[in-house]
Every structure is written in C-alpha cells, then in structure tokens.
C-alpha cells in the first residue's frame, strides 16, 4: 500500500533546544514508506528505528523501548490494530502512545483505534508539518505524563516516609511521657514518704534517698540519650580516633552505676585480656555505659553482670555486657537497636526505657569503624556487645 505525500508548503519545524533525543519506531510493510518518514523525522533531530511488519515491531520494543510509535494499520498477517493491541496488553510497552497512519478514515476504523488506545491518527497523503507537530504534541505529552509519574512516586515515597516519621514521632511522645511520669511520680511518692508526718527508720531513709537517685539517673540519662541521637542523625557529633586503654574504660562503666547496681545487689565480674581501643574516648564510654544500663534494668536482684573486653580476630576488640536476666525473644531481637521501641520483657525493678540507648550504641560503634549485635535466648539472659577497632 502506497501513499502520497506533499511537498506544496515547507517545513516550519525546527529543532527544539535541549531536546532529548527521541526514539520513534516506524512501522509500515512499504520500505518506501519508511524511508520517507524516516527523512522527515531525521531532520527534526529524533532517532528512528524501523520494521515492516507486526511481530518484528514487537520484538524491537521489546529489546529496546520508542518513545513513540507511528504504526500503519493496513499490513499483512499482523494489522497494526492488533499489533497495538498486542502492545497494549504488555506492561512494558502499554504508556508508548500509538499514531495510526492510514487512508482508512471509516469512523468505525477510528473509534477502534482509539479504543485499542492509539492516541491520535494521521490520513493518508499526510502533510509533513502536521505529521511533525503532531508528533511533537505527543511526545511532549508524554515526557509531561512520564514526570508526572516520576513526581508521584517521589511524592508516594515522600507521604510513606513523613507517615513513618509521624509514627515515630507519636510512639515516641507516648513512650517518653509514660517514663517522666513513672520517674517524677516514683520521686514524688518517696518525696512523700521522707516527709510524711511517721518518723522513718534511718536505715529505710537511706534506701528511699537512694530510690530518688535512681530515678534522677534514669531522667539524665533520658536527657543525654535525647540530646545524643539527635545530634548524631544530624552528623553534628564528630567521633575522634584516638587510644583508649580498656581497663580504665570498663572501671568508669562500673562507677557510673555502682548506685543502681547497690539498690538491686548486683554482683559486677570484671575481665580484660585487651590493652586499649582506637576509637572516641567519649563514645566508648557512652557505649559502655549504654549496655551496663540495660543488663542492670534487666537484671534481678542478687544477680550477676559480667563485663568483658579482649581481642576478637584480627584487628578488632570486643567489649560485652552479659547479664543473668529474662532473655531476649526472637520477636523483640528484631527490634534491638531500632529507636523509640520498647521490648515486651519486663524490668523488675522501677526503671524504665525509652528504646534509645541501644540505637545509640550502634550508631556510635559503626561511626568507630565497628559493630554492635547482641546474642540471646529467653530464660537465660542477654549478651550485648561491640566490636571495635583495635589499637594496633
């Protein structure tokens, strides 16, 4: 099937600046054909590809994916209907808009196309500047539908990540307002008892004085773990490299919570078989300390913490916290060290966690160069460490 062509009016089109170089699939079973169409679209800068017939356009889409296809209908074996059909039905290729061009221009013919999803048609003898401009219209329509896309699933991504954000946002206020109040009412209550009208023994006055310096720990503590990982998602805390001798580092984690290891009778074993670290004095400790908390919180009464630093494979210290508590269960593992979460066990005693020491931890020992990890069963307690850099 032949068609003609004018030449009576010039071309009007010119390159459009900073264009894209499009790719326009041309199908037609006439190589005359394509070639014509080809000259016109070569000179307006896009880049053609070509097939004369319906299954050798499929399999070039395949391959490589137009920007747009001008598809004649009227072909042997595969008529371009069914080829837009075909094209349509295929997630990969079904947002390529279709131009028909024919010299079929029964409105039946049309209305098919249109409902086999062809964006627009062009008869047969086409004028070039109107086969150029619609060309063009489409392809832009196009570029402007596929940013649209791009924009939505930036935005989709964008609302997920606020929704996460909020989420976060309102666990966390839930979190932190059950632990100020348990904290100050705790203060309060012994507050109360110390200045009730009843004398108290001496004896259970000290160990009340000794309950409100508990809970003024835990609400330091709350505060420097706030201030900490706000500070460290911003990047605004710079980690030095620098020696830090084990022994003293374990001594200090001990002194910090002699207190609250005195209030529960909590046995501290000591063992150090590693010299020192190369890391962040400041972050070391507050590692330490960080993991020290959380096995006295979780320990019993009358138990044992073990704290430990020694040389773990080739260049590394491990510094561990084992305590003699309930275990950690498959399902709250997964949680470790993720902010603003609290674990379903239970301590058994009147302190209370936030979830933000152990995410701290992590992000501490990996801005050292290291890991932290934990390894645990139910019933048999927990043992939480990191593995440092050492100082070679």
Not at 5 to 32: A, M, N
Not at 157 to 170: F, G
Not at 212 to 225: C, Q, S, T, Y
Request: aromatic residues 6%; proline residues 4%.
């Amino acid at each position: 099937m032949n068609f003609e062509y004018s030449t009576s009016e010039p071309l009007q089109e010119t390159k459009p600046e900073g264009l894209r170089k499009r790719l326009i699939l041309i199908v037609d079973d006439l190589p005359e054909n394509l070639q014509v169409l080809a000259g016109h679209l070569t000179e307006q800068g896009y880049e053609i590809m070509a097939a004369t017939n319906g299954p050798r356009a499929l399999a070039l889409v395949r391959n490589r994916k137009p920007d747009l296809i001008l598809l004649d209908i009227m072909m042997p074996d595969v008529d371009g209907f069914t080829v837009c059909q075909e094209l349509k039905g295929d997630e990969h290729s079904a947002d390529i808009p279709v131009i028909f061009i024919t010299a079929r221009t029964d409105t039946e013919d049309i209305l098919h196309g249109f409902q086999l999803g062809a964006v627009d048609y062009i008869t047969k003898p086409f004028r070039p500047p109107e086969l150029l401009a619609r060309v063009r219209t489409h392809l832009e329509l196009k570029s402007s539908r596929d940013l649209f896309g791009t924009y939505n699933k930036q935005l989709e991504r964008i609302s997920r990540h606020l929704r996460r954000l909020n989420e976060d946002k309102n666990r966390f206020l839930s979190i932190v307002s059950h632990d100020i109040r348990g904290a100050f009412g705790n203060v309060i209550s012994v507050s109360r008892l110390l200045t009730d009208d009843e004398p108290v023994e001496e004896e259970d006055a000290a160990q009340l004085l000794n309950d409100i310096g508990v809970e003024a720990e835990h609400m330091i503590a709350l505060a420097e773990n706030l201030l900490n990982i706000d500070a460290i998602e911003r990047r605004e805390i710079r980690l030095q490299s620098e020696t830090v001798e084990t022994q003293p580092l374990l001594d200090f984690a001990i002194q910090a919570h002699q207190m609250a290891s005195q209030a529960k009778n909590i046995t501290f074993q000591l063992q150090c078989d590693a010299s020192s670290i190369r890391g962040d004095l400041t972050a070391c400790r507050q590692i330490l300390s960080n993991l020290v908390s959380n096995a006295v919180k979780y320990s019993s009464p009358e138990s044992r913490v073990w704290i430990e630093a020694r040389r773990d494979g080739e260049g590394f210290v491990r510094l561990s916290v084992r305590d003699e508590g309930q275990g950690i269960s498959t399902e709250d593992q997964k949680k470790l060290f993720k902010p603003f979460t609290r674990l379903t066990r239970k301590a058994e005693s009147i302190e209370h966690s936030i979830g933000l020491g152990l995410s701290i931890v992590r992000l501490m020992a990996e801005g050292m160069g290291g890991t932290a990890d934990c390894e645990s069963r139910p019933g048999a307690g927990a043992t939480f460490f990191v593995r440092l850099p050492a100082n070679l």
